[in-house]
C-alpha cells in the first residue's frame, strides 16, 4: 500500500470511545452507488448473478461489515490523536525503518509459496475474502466442529436404553446427507472426557454429539463443555484405553503378582501390594498387643511368684509342724496338705484375653513348660490370686490354723528371674499368634495408596486424573469389597485366574517346582522328627533289653534314615505318578506340607463364587476368569489384554431386517434429494450396487479369504456389519466366526492383497479354448491346465496311449493277414512266429492290466463322460488353489467344469475362480474349424484302404501266377515223362511204324500241350471278385462329419448353458465372447474384459462413492469427511502430468468422490470413472507440489494471435488477461480514491499519454488480486520497449515465459485485411493499413532490446512460429507454460525438503545471483572437493548448472557436477566440505597483456616460460618454452605467462601445483624476432602471401575459368588477379568489396560458355521453343568479342 494512501487512510481513522472499535471512513462515511440506469448494465448484472447467489455467504458478510453505522454511533466517534498527520507520517517513517527490514528478513526466510500479499486499499471484506481464495489453493483441512445430535425439544431418550438400540436411534440425527449416517465410535455410549481423566462413565443419551463423522456420548455438561472446546485431546491415541483400575485375584502361586506388573508396565500403572502396604500396621498393632501382653503376664506372673513362695514357707511351716507334732495324729492332715500344695504348685496363672484393634487373640499366651489348670472359678475370674483358695482350705482343719505362723513379706518384682522367665514366655507365644485387621483399616491403606498414586499422575498436566493402579490379590474378602463399595474406589475390571486342573495339582506342582528346596528340608525334618518319637517310644518299651540290641537297633535306624535321605535327595517320586505328570513339573510327596498348601486353594474356591456373587450383586462389573492351567504368561497376558479392551473395540453385528430398513430409507431419501439422478443399470445387483457400504474385502468373504486365499463371493442372505460397513460371508460358521474376531479377517495396516489370477476358460470343442488359454498364460505369466490332457497323463503309464473318443478316430486300422505262397511261409515261418507272440503278450498284458478305482473313473470319464467322484476331484483341483506354484502365480483352466454338478462341486467346496471366460460359437464357426482337419485325416484313411485293396489284389494274382506255373511245370514234367516212355517203346518199333508214330505223336503232343492248358483252366479258374463294400463318397463323409460336429456341438452346447446357470446360482463372474470372430480379435476383447481382473487387481477390493460437489463441500466444512492429500487436485490429471491445478469456482464444475474417509476432486466425470475402477494406480504417485500461479507475457507484432492466445489461457485456466490498458481500467474502477488513480486521471483529464511509471505502477497493484496470484496473469502484448523491462524489474515483475509470436509483415498486412472485413465485427476499430503499418514498425524498432534483455538476463525467451495453425499454437504455448510451472514447482518442493535445487531458468537476475552466491562464489564446489580443482564457472554467464541449497546459490561446471550436487549436497558445502575456497587474494585472475604490462616493474615469474609446460613436461629441457605475453594469470601477486590458452586454463585450476618452480642454470637461447624484408625472396612470399596465392590458385584450379574469347591462360591470369585483390587482407572493405563484385561478375561471364553450350542444337530452333533467356545470354557472348576485362 503506498505510504500516501496509507496516510490519507489513517488521518480518516475514528474510534468509538465507548466500545474502543475502529472505524474507516468507508464505513461512518460511505458514499452511495449510483443506480444503474443502462439496460446493458442490468443484463451485465444478470450474467453475474450466478457467481453472486454462489457467494452468498462471504457477500452478506461483507455486507454486514459495510452496513451503515447507527446515527448514535456515528455521532459519538472521535479522532486519536496518533492519527493526526504529523504523528501517522512519523509512524509510517518509523515502522519502515525499524519493524519494516525485520519483517522483510524474515519473509526471506519463509516460504515463498505460503507468503500471501494483498492490497491495503481493498476493505477488509474483501481482504478476508481474497485471504480465504488463496488458502483454498493450499492443501489445508477445515476444522471439523462438534455438533450436538440432541435438541432439548425433541423427546428425550431415555438412558437405561439398550446401546445398540441408542446407537440406531441417535445415527440418523443431524445427519449430513442421506446414506452418510453417524458412525460408532470405539468408546460407544462411555463418555470420552470422563474415559480421558481415568474413569468409565456412561454417556447421557441427551449429552450425544457428532464428530467426525463419529456420534459420542457424553457424560455431564461439564464434559460437553470441554468436548465442544477442543474434542481430539480426548480422541487421539493412545484413548481409548482402560483407565487401568484393577483387581487381580486368585489362588497361592497362580502368578496375581507377575501378572500385575505385566499389566502395569503396559498400561503405565502402579501395582499396590496391600499386604505390603499394611505390614506396617500390622506390625504397630502387634507391638500394641505385645505391650499389653507384657504388663498384664508381668503383673499376674509377680503374683504368681509370690504365690509360689508362699506356699514353699508354708510348706517348710508344715514340715516344722510335722516334726513337732505327733506324727501318728496328723498324717491324715499332713498328707491333705501336702497334696493341696501340689496342687497349688502345679497351676499356672493365664493372663486374660487382650482385645487389639482390628480383631481378638483366639487365646491368650500360655507360659511353656506348665500345663493349663481347667478350673471354672479360674476362667470366671482369672485376676484373683489362687492363694486365697488355698488358705481357704487350710483354715478348714482347726487344727492346722492353730499351728500356722504368719511369714515374712516377700518382695517379688519385674526384675524377679521367674517373673522375667514367665513374661519372655508369654511374649513368644503371642508372636506365634497370627494378628488379623479389619476390612476398614485394610481399605483404609489401600484407599491412601489408591490417592497417593493418582496424586502422582496429576503432576502430568496432560495425563488422565484417576486410575493407574492395580491391587495385588486384593480384596480377598467379601467385607473388604463391600467396604470399598461404599467408600466409591471399586475397580473397572476384576481379575481371576483359575485353576480347573486336577485337585490343583497344576499349582501344586508350580508351587513344589519355586520352593523344593524348602519343602524337601520340611518333609526331611518331620520324617525325622517322627523317626525320633518312634525310636524314643521303642527304647522305653525294651528299658530291659540288652545293651547289644539297643545298640543294633539304632544302627539300623540310622541306616534306613540314610537312605531314605538319598531318595529324597535324588527327588525319587512315588510309582502310582501318571505319564502325564512325569512330564510336567512332579508333584510333592503327601505329607502335612502339601495338604497346606492344597487347603489354601480349597479355602479360595470356596470363598471365590460368593466373592463373585458379591461382585456381580454390588457392582456392574463381571469378573474376568482366566484359565492358567498349561497356559504360559504371555498367553494369559494378551487374553487379559483382549479382554480388558473388550469394551473399546469395534464390534459388529448380524446384518438384520433393521439394517435393511435403514438402508432402503437412506436410499430413497437420496434419490429425492438428488438433482440429477443418476440411471442405475437395469441388470446391476442391488446387493453390489456402487451405493452399497460394502467392507474392505467388497463383495467376498473376508474369512474364506483369511483361512484360504480364495475369493468366495459373500451369500447377501448371510451378511455381517462392522464398522457400519455391510460384509458378505459363505456361511453361517463363517459369519460367526468374524463376528467373534472381525479385526483378525480384515486388513489392518495397508490394503488386502488379491491372491493370485485364477481362470475358467469354457466352450464347446472348436471354439478356440487351448489357443485363448495359452495366450492368456503366456501373457499374464500364469499356467495353463488343460483338465483332460491332466487325466491323460494320470494313466498314460498304464494305458501307454491316449484315450477318448476323439483319439479312438486316429487308430490306424489293422492289417488283414495275408496269406502268402508256400515257398514265402516256409521262408518265413521263424519270422512270423515270433511276431505273433509278441502280439499276444501285449493282448494278455492288456487284459490283465489292472487298474485302480481311481485310474478307473479316469478311464470311464475320458472315453464315455462319467462323472468323476467327489474324492477324486478334491485329490486333483485343491491342489491348483492351496499348493505352489500355483497358488502364488496363478493359473487359467481348460475345459472344467464340464457340467453343471462339477461346477456345484466347486461352488461347495470354496475353488472359487476370479471369473469364467464363455466363448460363444456358432455351429457353423465349429463345422468350419474342425470338419478340414477332420476330413484331411478321412481323406488319408481312404488313400491308404485303397492302397491295401490294391495290394492284397496284386499279391492273390501274383500267388495264382505263381501256382499256375507250378501246375504247369509239374504237368509239362509228366507230359515229358510219357514222351520218354514213348521214345523208349519206340526203339524198339520198325521204321514204318516209326514214321506213323511220329505223326501220331505230333498229336498228341498237340493233344498234351492243350490238355495242359485245359487242366490249368480247369484248375485255376478265375476267381470272381469278392463284394466288397462300397467305399464311402467324399461328399457322404462331408456330410456324415458335420452331422457328428453337430451333434458333438449340441451337446457341448446344451452342457455349457447348465454349468452357466450354476456359475450363475454361484456368483461366480462370467465373461462371454464371441468366440466366431478372428483370434486377434478375440484376443483385444479378451483383454479388454479381463482388464478389471489383471490390471485393476490390487484394487479389486476396493470402493469409491460418487458424490455430488454440493455434498462434498458440506462434508468437509461439517467435518464429516477430511480432504485427501490432493486437495483440489485431480489425481488422474495428476498422473497424466497435468501440473497445472483445475479451475474451481462458479461455472467450474468438479466431481467429488468418496474413497476411504476422504474426498477426491476431478476435473471430469470421466477421470472420476477411471479412479473409481482403480484408485490405487492414482494413490500410488506423489502428493501434488505447490500451486504456482502462471505468469507468461505473449508477445508479437499486430495481429499475430497474441490476444487470442491469452484470452483462451484465462478462458482455460481462469487466469487474468492483462494488458497495460486493462491494468489502468482495474485501478480506475477498483480503487478510484486512490493517489494512484488521481495520478492516472489527471493525466486522462488533460488527454495526454500515460507514462510507463503509473502504467507500471497500476500493473503493480492489478497484480495483487488474488485471481493473479492464485490462477496467475498472461501478459497481453507487453512489455514492449527496454524503459517498460526497466520499470517491471524494478517492481520485481518478471514472467517466467516470453514467448513471442513470429510472423512476417505480409501476413500482418492480410490479417489486418481479413479482420476489417470480418462479419463479426461490431464496431470500428483503428486498424487501418496505416495504423497497421505504424504497429509494426514501432514493434520492430524496439523488440530487439526486449528479445536481447530477457535472453541475456533470464534465458526465458521464446520464439514461436505464429503463422502455424491457432491449435498448433496453442499447444505450443500450452507446453511452454507447464514447463515453466512444472519447473517451478520442482524448485520449490526440493527447496521446502531441504534438498539442493537448479535454478536454471529461473528468472534470476545476475544482480540477485551476485547478492546470494555461497561460500565458492563462482568455482564449482563439486570439482574442488572430488579434485581439488579451482573451475571458475564465471565464464559461463548462464545458470544451467547453478543450484539453490540452504538459501544460497552455486554453480557448476556442467551436467555432471551439478547432478552430484543435487544428489548429495551437504557433501560440498560447509561444514562438511572438505575443501575451503581460498581466500580472494590467493584466487588466480587472468588479465590482459595490458594490464600486466601496467604493473611494470613487477617481474614475469620463472622469466616468462610457461610452468605448466615445463612441470607436465617433467622439467625437462626441452619443456623449456617462451609463455605468451598475452596470456597473463595474476597469482599470490606473482605473473605468469603461458605458452597456449589450455595451458592458462590448467594453471587457473591448479595453482598451486605451478605455481612455485625453480628454472635450471641452463636455458634455451632467446628467440629474437627477424624483420620480414631481412629474409630471402621464398621466406618472404611465405611469411606474407603464400596463404592468399594458395587460396587463389585453388579458386582457379576448382573454376577453370574460360572467358569468351580469350584463352585459358588468359582466363587463368584475370580471374587469379581478381581473388587475389578480393581477398587482400590489407586492402579497405572497400576495395575488397569492389573486385569481390568483379569476380563474381568474371565468374558469371565465364560461365556463358557452358549455358550457350548446352542450349545450342545443330539443327534450327524456332525462337519460341529456345530458353527464355537464350536470345539475351548469346548476344551477350556475341558483345565480348574483342573486349577483355579491365585489371582495375
Known amino acids: 500500500m503506498p505510504d500516501k494512501d496509507l496516510e490519507i487512510k489513517r488521518v480518516s481513522l475514528r474510534v468509538d470511545p465507548i466500545t474502543g472499535d475502529t472505524y474507516t471512513k468507508e464505513i461512518y462515511n460511505p458514499e452511495k452507488p449510483e443506480k444503474k440506469k443502462k439496460e446493458s448494465d442490468a443484463e451485465e448484472e444478470g450474467e453475474e448473478e450466478e457467481e453472486e447467489e454462489e457467494e452468498e455467504g462471504i457477500d452478506e458478510e461483507g455486507d454486514e461489515h459495510m452496513s451503515e453505522l447507527p446515527t448514535e454511533v456515528i455521532e459519538r466517534l472521535v479522532k486519536r490523536p496518533e492519527d493526526l498527520p504529523s504523528h501517522v507520517i512519523e509512524n509510517i517513517k518509523n515502522y519502515k525503518s525499524n519493524l519494516l527490514p525485520l519483517l522483510e528478513d524474515f519473509m526471506a526466510d519463509h516460504d515463498q509459496q505460503y507468503l500471501v500479499e494483498l492490497d491495503g486499499n481493498q476493505p477488509s471484506p474483501i481482504l478476508f475474502k481474497q485471504l480465504l481464495q488463496r488458502l483454498h489453493c493450499f492443501i489445508t483441512r477445515p476444522a471439523a466442529v462438534p455438533i450436538r445430535l440432541h435438541d432439548n425439544e425433541e423427546e428425550e431418550i431415555p438412558e437405561d436404553i439398550d446401546t445398540d438400540e441408542l446407537m440406531r436411534t441417535l445415527a440418523p440425527k443431524e445427519m449430513v446427507a442421506p446414506r452418510f449416517r453417524w458412525r460408532r465410535s470405539r468408546w460407544l455410549r462411555h463418555c470420552p472426557v470422563a474415559l480421558y481423566e481415568g474413569n468409565i462413565v456412561q454417556g447421557k443419551p441427551d449429552l450425544s454429539v457428532g464428530f467426525l463423522d463419529k456420534l459420542y456420548c457424553l457424560s455431564s455438561p461439564q464434559a460437553m463443555e470441554k468436548f465442544l472446546k477442543n474434542p481430539r485431546p480426548y480422541l487421539l491415541p493412545t484413548q481409548p484405553r482402560p483407565p487401568c483400575k484393577i483387581s487381580v485375584t486368585g489362588p497361592h502361586m497362580s502368578g496375581k503378582t507377575t501378572i500385575s506388573h505385566l499389566l502395569a508396565q503396559k498400561y503405565g500403572a502402579k501395582v499396590l501390594d496391600i499386604e505390603r502396604l499394611v505390614q506396617p500396621k500390622i506390625e504397630e498393632e502387634k507391638e500394641k498387643t505385645l505391650a499389653k501382653v507384657r504388663e498384664e503376664t508381668t503383673e499376674h506372673a509377680i503374683i504368681t511368684v509370690k504365690t509360689k513362695l508362699k506356699e514353699q514357707q508354708e510348706a517348710e511351716e508344715l514340715e516344722r509342724a510335722e516334726r513337732e507334732g505327733d506324727q501318728t495324729t496328723d498324717q491324715g492332715e499332713t498328707t491333705e496338705v501336702d497334696t493341696e500344695t501340689e496342687k497349688g504348685k502345679g497351676k499356672k496363672t493365664e493372663p486374660a484375653p487382650v482385645d487389639v484393634e482390628g480383631g481378638r487373640l483366639e487365646k491368650p499366651p500360655e507360659p511353656p513348660g506348665e500345663e493349663k489348670i481347667e478350673d471354672p472359678k479360674e476362667e470366671a475370674d482369672p485376676g484373683e490370686p489362687p492363694i486365697t483358695e488355698e488358705k481357704t482350705e487350710v483354715s478348714q482343719t482347726p487344727e492346722a490354723s492353730k499351728r500356722t505362723v504368719s511369714p515374712p513379706t516377700i518382695d517379688v518384682d519385674a526384675t524377679h528371674p521367674e517373673v522375667v522367665t514367665l513374661v519372655e514366655a508369654a511374649l513368644k507365644e503371642a508372636e506365634n499368634q497370627s494378628f488379623s485387621l479389619s476390612a476398614d483399616v485394610y481399605i483404609d491403606i489401600a484407599e491412601k495408596a489408591i490417592q497417593d498414586t493418582e496424586k502422582d499422575l496429576r503432576k502430568n498436566a496432560t495425563g488422565p486424573l484417576c486410575g493407574g493402579w492395580i491391587l495385588d490379590n486384593f480384596p480377598q474378602t467379601r467385607d473388604q469389597w463391600m467396604v470399598m463399595v461404599e467408600r466409591g474406589i471399586v475397580p473397572d475390571d476384576a481379575i481371576c485366574l483359575r ?13 513344589y517346582k519355586y520352593n523344593k528346596d524348602q519343602i524337601e528340608e520340611l518333609i526331611r525334618l518331620r520324617k525325622a522328627t517322627e523317626e525320633a518319637e518312634k525310636l524314643h517310644l521303642a527304647e522305653e518299651e525294651r528299658v530291659k533289653r540288652e545293651e547289644m540290641e539297643r545298640q543294633a537297633a539304632e544302627e539300623e535306624r540310622k541306616k534306613r534314615e540314610a537312605e531314605r535321605r538319598k531318595k529324597i535327595e535324588s527327588g525319587e517320586i512315588s510309582e502310582g505318578l501318571s505319564v502325564q505328570a512325569e512330564l510336567l513339573d512332579p508333584l510333592p510327596p503327601d505329607g502335612p506340607e502339601l495338604d497346606s498348601e492344597r487347603e489354601k486353594r480349597k479355602e479360595f474356591e470356596r470363598e471365590w463364587p460368593a466373592m463373585q456373587a458379591m461382585i456381580t450383586g454390588s457392582t456392574t462389573i463381571e469378573p474376568i476368569q482366566v484359565e492358567i492351567e498349561k497356559r504360559g504368561e504371555e498367553e494369559i497376558f494378551d487374553e487379559l489384554i483382549t479382554s480388558l479392551e473388550e469394551k473399546f473395540k469395534y464390534h459388529g453385528w448380524e446384518y438384520s431386517g433393521m439394517d435393511v430398513d435403514e438402508e432402503e430409507e437412506d436410499l430413497e431419501a437420496s434419490r429425492e434429494a438428488e438433482d440429477e439422478e443418476e440411471e442405475e443399470e437395469e441388470d446391476e445387483d442391488p446387493n453390489r450396487s456402487k451405493k452399497k457400504p ?18 468366495w463371493p459373500g451369500n447377501p442372505e448371510c451378511s455381517a456389519r462392522y464398522r457400519e460397513k455391510v460384509y458378505y460371508l459363505a456361511n453361517d460358521e463363517a459369519r460367526e466366526k468374524f463376528l467373534k474376531n472381525s479385526q483378525m479377517y480384515l486388513p489392518k495396516k495397508e490394503p488386502l492383497k488379491s491372491p493370485a489370477l485364477r481362470l475358467l476358460m469354457l466352450g464347446p470343442k472348436g471354439s478356440g479354448k487351448s489357443l485363448h488359454a495359452r495366450y492368456l498364460a503366456n501373457k499374464l505369466n500364469i499356467f495353463h491346465i488343460d483338465f483332460r490332457e491332466r487325466l491323460q497323463e494320470m494313466i498314460i503309464a498304464k494305458t501307454k496311449k491316449k484315450i477318448g473318443p476323439e483319439y479312438e478316430e486316429d487308430k490306424e486300422e489293422p492289417e488283414e493277414e495275408e496269406e502268402g505262397n508256400d515257398d514265402e511261409e516256409g521262408a518265413n515261418a521263424e519270422d512270423v512266429e515270433p511276431a505273433a507272440e509278441d502280439e499276444d503278450k501285449k493282448k494278455e498284458e492288456e487284459d490283465e492290466m489292472e487298474y485302480t478305482e481311481e485310474e478307473e473313473a479316469i478311464k470311464s470319464y475320458l472315453e464315455s463322460d462319467d462323472p468323476l467322484p ?94 499256375i506255373e507250378k501246375r504247369r511245370a509239374e ?249 497495460l490498458g486493462e491494468a489502468i481500467r482495474q485501478v480506475m474502477l477498483n480503487q478510484p480514491k486512490s493517489t494512484l488513480a488521481m495520478a492516472i486521471n489527471s493525466y486522462m483529464v488533460r488527454g495526454q499519454t500515460i507514462p510507463d511509471e503509473l502504467t507500471i505502477q497500476a500493473l503493480e497493484t492489478t497484480l495483487l488480486d488474488m485471481r493473479c496470484q492464485t490462477r496467475g496473469v498472461v501478459f497481453d502484448g507487453f512489455p514492449m520497449s527496454k524503459r517498460q523491462i526497466d520499470l517491471m524489474t524494478q517492481k520485481s515483475i518478471i514472467p517466467i515465459r516470453i514467448v513471442e509470436l513470429e510472423i512476417d509483415s505480409k501476413e500482418t498486412m492480410v490479417r489486418g485485411t481479413k479482420d476489417r472485413h470480418s462479419p463479426n465485427r461490431a464496431y470500428p476499430v483503428h486498424d487501418s493499413a496505416q495504423i497497421l503499418a505504424i504497429k509494426l514498425s514501432n514493434y520492430l524498432r524496439e523488440i530487439g532490446e526486449v528479445r536481447k534483455w530477457y535472453k541475456e538476463q533470464h534465458k526465458n525467451f521464446v520464439n514461436m512460429n505464429g503463422n502455424r495453425s491457432k491449435w498448433w499454437v496453442w499447444h505450443q504455448l500450452l507446453d511452454v507454460a507447464r514447463k515453466g510451472v512444472s519447473q517451478i514447482q520442482l524448485y520449490l518442493q526440493r527447496v521446502a525438503d531441504g534438498k539442493a535445487s537448479s535454478v536454471a531458468d529461473m528468472c534470476i537476475t545476475p544482480q540477485e545471483f551476485e547478492v546470494r552466491l555461497g561460500d565458492f562464489g563462482q568455482y564449482c564446489p563439486v570439482n574442488l572437493a572430488n579434485k581439488g580443482e579451482l573451475i571458475d564457472c564465471s565464464v559461463n554467464p548462464t545458470l544451467e548448472f547453478a543450484a539453490e541449497f540452504r538459501g544460497h546459490y552455486y554453480k557448476m561446471a556442467g551436467q555432471e557436477e551439478l547432478e552430484e550436487f543435487l544428489h548429495e549436497p551437504e557433501k560440498y558445502v560447509p561444514p562438511l566440505a572438505p575443501v575451503k575456497l581460498p581466500a580472494r587474494h590467493l584466487l588466480p585472475r587472468q588479465i590482459t597483456g595490458v594490464q600486466a604490462k601496467a604493473m611494470f616493474p613487477k617481474p614475469i615469474e620463472i622469466q616468462g616460460y610457461c610452468p605448466v609446460t615445463y612441470l607436465d613436461g617433467k622439467c625437462r629441457y626441452e619443456a623449456i618454452i617462451q609463455g605468451d605475453r598475452e596470456l597473463v594469470v595474476l597469482y599470490r601477486d606473482n605473473l605468469y605467462y603461458f605458452e597456449n590458452e589450455k595451458k592458462l586454463k590448467k594453471f587457473m585450476r591448479l595453482p598451486e601445483k605451478y605455481w612455485n618452480l625453480t628454472l635450471p642454470h641452463k636455458l634455451p637461447p632467446k628467440k629474437e624476432p627477424i624483420a620480414v624484408t631481412n629474409i630471402p625472396m621464398l621466406g618472404f612470399m611465405e611469411q606474407t602471401v603464400a596463404t592468399s596465392i594458395n587460396k587463389a590458385l585453388t579458386a582457379v584450379g576448382s573454376l577453370k575459368p574460360k572467358y569468351p574469347f580469350l584463352s585459358v591462360t588468359r582466363s587463368s591470369q584475370i580471374y587469379f588477379a581478381y581473388h587475389l585483390k578480393a581477398y587482400n587482407p590489407k586492402s579497405s572493405e572497400y576495395v575488397r568489396k569492389k573486385y569481390k563484385q568483379k569476380l563474381m561478375r568474371f565468374e558469371e561471364t565465364c560461365e556463358l560458355i557452358k549455358y550457350l553450350g548446352n542450349n545450342m542444337t545443330v539443327k534450327y530452333k524456332d525462337p519460341k521453343a529456345r530458353p527464355i533467356d537464350f536470345d539475351f545470354k548469346l548476344n551477350q557472348f556475341m558483345a565480348l568479342k574483342g573486349i577483355e576485362p579491365t585489371p582495375t
Not at 485353576?499 to 508351587?511: A, H, I, P, Q, T
Not at 487359467?892 to 464340464?898: A, K, W
Open 499 to 511: 485353576d480347573s486342573s486336577e485337585n490343583g495339582n497344576f499349582l501344586v506342582r508350580r508351587w
Open 971 to 1219: 504237368l509239362t514234367k509228366e507230359r515229358d515223362e510219357r514222351r520218354a516212355e514213348r521214345k523208349a517203346q519206340k526203339g524198339e518199333k520198325d521204321s514204318d511204324e516209326e514214321a506213323e508214330e511220329g505223326e501220331e505223336e505230333e498229336e498228341e503232343e498237340v493233344e498234351e500241350e492243350e490238355d495242359i492248358e485245359a487242366v490249368l483252366a480247369e484248375e485255376f479258374e478265375e476267381e470272381e471278385e469278392e463284394d466288397e463294400e462300397e467305399e464311402e463318397l467324399e461328399e457322404d463323409a462331408v456330410d456324415r462329419l458335420k452331422n457328428d460336429l453337430a451333434e458333438v456341438y449340441d451337446n457341448d452346447t446344451n452342457r455349457l448353458a447348465d454349468v452357466q446357470q450354476t456359475l450363475e446360482e454361484a456368483l461366480i463372474p462370467r465373461i462371454e465372447l464371441e468366440g466366431g470372430r478372428k483370434p486377434h480379435i478375440v484376443r483385444y476383447l479378451l483383454s479388454k474384459n479381463l482388464k478389471p481382473y489383471v490390471d485393476f487387481r490390487h484394487s479389486r477390493f476396493e470402493r469409491v462413492y460418487a458424490i455430488s460437489e454440493k455434498l462434498a463441500t458440506k462434508m468437509l466444512r461439517v467435518g464429516y469427511k477430511q480432504p485427501s492429500r490432493f486437495g483440489k487436485w485431480d489425481p488422474v490429471q495428476m498422473k497424466d502430468g497435468e501440473c497445472i491445478q483445475p479451475m474451481q469456482g462458479p461455472g467450474y464444475s468438479t466431481y467429488p468422490a468418496i474413497y476411504r474417509g476422504h474426498i477426491y476432486y476431478f476435473a471430469s466425470h470421466d477421470n472420476r470413472d477411471m479412479f473409481i475402477q482403480d484408485p490405487m494406480s492414482y494413490l500410488k504417485q506423489p502428493s501434488p507440489k505447490p500451486v504456482v500461479p502462471i505468469r507468461i507475457a505473449v508477445i508479437g507484432p499486430p495481429k499475430s494471435g497474441k490476444t487470442t492466445m491469452a484470452t483462451r489461457f484465462a478462458e482455460t485456466y481462469g487466469l487474468m488477461r492483462l494488458s
Open 870 to 963: 467327489d474324492e477324486l476331484m478334491t485329490k486333483i483341483l485343491t491342489d491348483w488353489w492351496n499348493t505352489e506354484p500355483f497358488k502364488s502365480t496363478g493359473f487359467v483352466l481348460e475345459g472344467f467344469p464340464r457340467t453343471s454338478d462339477e461346477a456345484k462341486y466347486l461352488a461347495e467346496n470354496g475353488l472359487y475362480p476370479d471369473g469364467a471366460v464363455l466363448l460363444n460359437v456358432e455351429d457353423m464357426d465349429v463345422v468350419g474349424r474342425l470338419l478340414p482337419p477332420k476330413l484331411d485325416k478321412w481323406r488319408v484313411k481312404r488313400d491308404k484302404r485303397l492302397a491295401k485293396k490294391n495290394k492284397k489284389k496284386e499279391k492273390a494274382k501274383k500267388k495264382r501266377d505263381a501256382a
Open 694 to 711: 460394502l467392507g474392505d474385502v467388497n463383495h467376498f468373504c473376508p474369512v474364506s479369504m483369511y483361512e484360504r486365499n480364495v475369493l
